[in-house]
Each structure stands twice: as C-alpha cells, then as structure tokens.
C-alpha cells in the first residue's frame, strides 16, 4: 500500500517505531490516552474531521508490566478492540467509507 497522501492514525509510543511516531506527532500537539475512552474516541473522530478519513489504523499501544495488569489489559487488549471498531465503523464501504487497512501489532516481550 503506498502512504503517499494517506492518513494514518497509530497508538502506542513508549519505544521502537511508535516512540518515533509518537514522537513527532506530539512536536504538533497530538495526545491520546487509549484507555480512556472519550480521549480515545476524541482523537479518532479528530483524524477525521481535520483529514475528512483515516485510511490506516495501526493499533500499536502495549506494555508489559504485571504489577498493573488490570492496565495492561486495557492496554493491549480492549484498546486494540476498541480502536479496530472505531477504524472498523469508520472505513465501512457499506457505511459509506472508503475501505482501508487495520495494523494490530504485537510485541515479542509479550512470550515472555
């Protein structure tokens, strides 16, 4: 798929590729907590509204930490379903979308 003039939504961005992401769009003011919904929802509907679509959804956002694992929960598991719903309702060609592509990464650290 080529990006050129695609609008890409991405959560996640402690380290690696979303660190870099993140990074360069909180430089433009950009933030999103994915484990609150209204934040979540917010930023999503604000792709929108800004770009008129989001073509691409990268759920990204993980951790690993089992002292909190009600938040890792939230993290690497409801906010991956919700933000695939959102992109989902979103990009629905039967809903009047123009399709796209829905990314849900995953960590190794994760086998651990």
Same mark, same amino acid.
């Given at each position: ?6 609008v890409v939504f991405i959560t996640g961005g402690a ?9 360069? @769009? ?54 991956? @379903? ?31």
């Open positions: 798929m080529q990006l050129k003039d695609k380290q690696g590729f979303g660190r870099g992401v993140a990074e360069a @769009v909180l430089k433009k003011g950009g933030k999103c907590d994915v484990t609150n919904v209204a934040e979540f929802e917010d930023a999503f509907k604000a792709a929108v509204s800004k770009f008129g679509h989001v073509d691409v959804m990268c759920n990204n956002a993980g951790i690993l930490d089992e002292r909190i694992w009600e938040k890792e929960l939230e993290i690497n598991f409801t906010a991956v @379903v919700r933000g695939t719903m959102m992109a989902l309702n979103h990009m629905r060609k039967d809903k009047g979308g123009r399709g796209g592509v829905i990314i849900n990464t995953a960590s190794t650290a994760g086998m651990r």
